[in-house]
């Protein structure tokens, strides 16, 4: 063990023992302030994978029956969060499963992206929501690819700024 590492404690490891398998290791890893990368050697140590509780959990039939019935109605995002997979896992299981969506998503513009940049903290999300025809966690999706800061506090911060020093 080098310096830097940290021990596991009892209470750390009862915790990763109870999510386990219901949380993403990422997110057991930020409750815990510790790597996702930690996580992982932590349940090899502690020898919580077996066939049943794998680190990948399988698809079900109904879970790809509902995938085939939404891929056309909802983004990665939405479907992952219905099911409780991530993102990545529906998006590969779309490939998997050679689905195709019947239009794809909406690539973003240059004008979409300048207009996000020009009045986002001085109109409300959803006002911008509704004029670019996208989601509000689209658009903060956006804005942190942008590189702009998005979180509800420091939108806040700018409508006070604005509102003060206009």
Do not use: H
């Amino acid at each position: 063990m080098t310096k830097n590492q940290k021990l596991w404690t009892k209470e750390e490891d009862l915790f990763l023992k109870e999510q386990y398998g219901q949380m993403t290791l990422q997110k057991i890893g930020e409750c815990l302030n510790r790597s996702k990368e930690s996580v992982n050697k932590r349940v090899s140590r502690l020898q919580l994978r077996n066939k049943q509780n794998g680190i990948r959990k399988r698809w079900t039939p109904d879970q790809d029956t509902f995938l085939k019935v939404n891929i056309n109605r909802m983004n990665n995002r939405e479907i992952g969060k219905q099911l409780g997979k991530s993102p990545s896992s529906v998006a590969n299981r779309i490939r998997l499963l050679k689905l195709v969506r019947k239009t794809s998503l909406r690539r973003w513009t240059k004008k979409e992206d300048e207009y996000l940049v020009r009045w986002y903290g001085i109109k409300p999300l959803d006002q911008l929501s509704r004029r670019l025809q996208r989601s509000i966690q689209a658009l903060e999706s956006r804005l942190y690819r942008l590189g702009i800061p998005w979180s509800k506090s420091s939108y806040r911060i700018a409508r006070i700024f604005l509102y003060f020093f206009r």
